[in-house]
Each structure stands twice: as C-alpha cells, then as structure tokens.
C-alpha cells in the first residue's frame, strides 16, 4: 500500500519524541501533525483532517482512555494505542474503548510503520463485483462494500477492527477460527506472545452482537484454541 497523502495524528506530550516521528515518518511518506495535550487531541481527531490517530495514553487536560473515549462517541477512525511496556491493564483497557490495536513504547520505528499500514489494509473496502456485497447470518447483516453492519435493521458501530472480526467469524460460521488465523485477518499481523488483542476484540464484537432472542450465545469460545460463530 502506498502511504502517499496519508494523514496521521499523533498525540503525545514529549515533544521531542514528536519531532523525531513526525520527521522518520515523512521519510515513509505520511503527513503527521503532532498535538500535545488530550483536549487538543480530541477536537483534532474529530476534525475529519486524518486517517489514522496514534495516541499515547498519559495526556495532560484528558488522558488518554478519556480522548479515546470521546473520539469513539462520534468517529471510527481508525486509532492506534502507545502504551507503556509491560502494561497489560493499559492496553485492555485501551482495546475496550475501541482502540484498533496498540504499541508498547519503546517501539521500533519500523514496527511502528507496519502497524500503521496493517490498520490502513483493513480499514479499505475489498469487496469487488465478482464477490457477494453482503453477508448475512442470523439478524446481522455485513454490508462488504461500505463497512456498515446492521443487527435487528439497526446500524451496528463497529471499528473496522471489529467490523473484521464479525465478517471472518460469519464467513466460517461452525468453523474454528484460530487465536493466531483471526489474528492475522483482522489485525493483519502475526499473534505475539501474552498478546490480547484479538480476544479483546472479540469480546467487544460479543458485547455489541449480544445473544440471540432465546438468550442463547452466538459466539463460541474454545479455550486455547479459537473462536466460532455458532450456526442458527
């Protein structure tokens, strides 16, 4: 994919740190712009200038959870975590409010760049004319050609992470889909060691689907292992 004319956020109080972003990630071509405080990070998310937010967790005026939070109110762009190494309650929580997927500081530079990209893939429509535009299993619908997902007729706020997660356990609805398969389809990534996010996404995709009007479960947990979409 080319990051030509891709606008990025950054939002992050060490300004130092954003200089040196800010100028690597030109060098790859994307347009940054860096905001220092959660206030400032919220109204600039929610401007409709950018594509992508890359958002540090301790903010100055919000945090932030708190910008995260009030991003995801209005908007699904695409919003990618910094978090601190090893701060497992960081990146849950992070996930929980509907960020796309997150990067323990300190990070490779390249790392960095191929997060970007991954959200970038999965958040384009890939649905062509010799494909179905829609996908249907219970009361969900899966519009492939706009991203909109619908649950009773009503319009289901899905990120595009979530939106992934849906679409690949519909598609393989009674088939297992591994921990590391699902990794790769929705986050376009490998799964890394003690890494959560595809169970948190899954867990957010659950809580929004709910059960079905008997009160029975739609997905399936098989510990260890992976995940299915229960057949009607």
């Known amino acids: 994919m080319s990051s030509d004319s891709v606008k990025l956020l950054l939002i992050d109080d060490d300004v130092e740190l954003c200089e040196l972003l800010i100028e690597y990630l030109a060098t790859e071509g994307y347009d940054v712009k860096a905001v220092h405080d959660g206030e400032s990070g919220v109204l600039s998310a929610l401007s409709g200038e950018y594509q992508l937010v890359l958002l540090d967790v301790t903010l100055p005026k919000l945090n932030g959870f708190d910008v995260l939070k009030k991003i995801r109110q209005t908007s699904d762009i695409p919003v990618l975590m910094l978090t601190a190494r090893g701060d497992d309650v960081d990146r849950i929580i992070g996930l929980e409010f509907g960020a796309d997927d997150y990067l323990p500081k300190p990070y490779n530079h390249r790392e960095l760049v ?31 050609a706009n991203r909109e997902a619908t649950i009773h007729g009503e319009v289901l706020e899905l990120t595009a992470t979530e939106f992934m997660v849906l679409k690949a356990l ?27 996010a595809i169970d948190m996404h899954v867990s957010n995709v659950r809580k929004k689907i709910g059960t079905r009007a008997d009160g029975s479960a739609r997905i399936k947990t098989v510990r260890g292992a992976g995940y299915f979409y229960i057949r009607p």
């Open 114 to 144: 191929a997060r970007i990209k991954a959200i970038m893939r999965r958040g384009r429509p890939q649905a062509t004319d010799s494909n179905p535009r829609t996908l249907s299993i219970d009361d969900i619908t899966l519009n492939l």
């Open 170 to 196: 519909i598609e393989k609805a009674g088939e297992l889909i591994s921990r590391d398969e699902l990794t790769q389809i929705a986050l376009n990534r490998r799964l890394t060691l003690y890494d959560r």
